[in-house]
């Protein structure tokens, strides 16, 4: 099962409505990916996951949170693996 299937999903969506739990804030974003603010920003500059208002205000769309190809990055911390489990319902809005 896959996330999302980039081959049919249009990004920008036509029909937005930031009421859905679709759409998070950057501060949610950072929570549920456990990263800072500054994180998230960036990625919404690098990567095709979120929106902005006309105001200005930044907008993540959780379903593409995890789904984007992460930029390459240097491991300098070796090998690591985390014995956390996945938390439920990240990547499903109820």
Excluded: Q, Y
């Excluded at 049919?8 to 950057?26: A, F, G, H, M, S």
């Amino acid at each position: 099962m896959t996330v999302h299937e980039t081959s049919i999903d249009v990004w920008p969506p036509e029909d937005i409505d930031l009421n859905d739990p679709r759409w998070v804030t950057v501060k949610e974003a950072a929570h549920i990916a456990r990263v800072d603010e500054k994180t998230v920003r960036r990625w919404a500059r690098e990567r095709p996951v979120a929106v902005w208002t006309p105001g200005g205000k930044c907008w993540i769309d959780r379903r593409r949170l995890f789904s984007a190809e992460p930029p390459e990055t240097p491991n300098l911390s070796g090998n690591v693996h985390s014995e956390a489990p996945p938390l439920p319902g990240i990547l499903h809005c109820e």
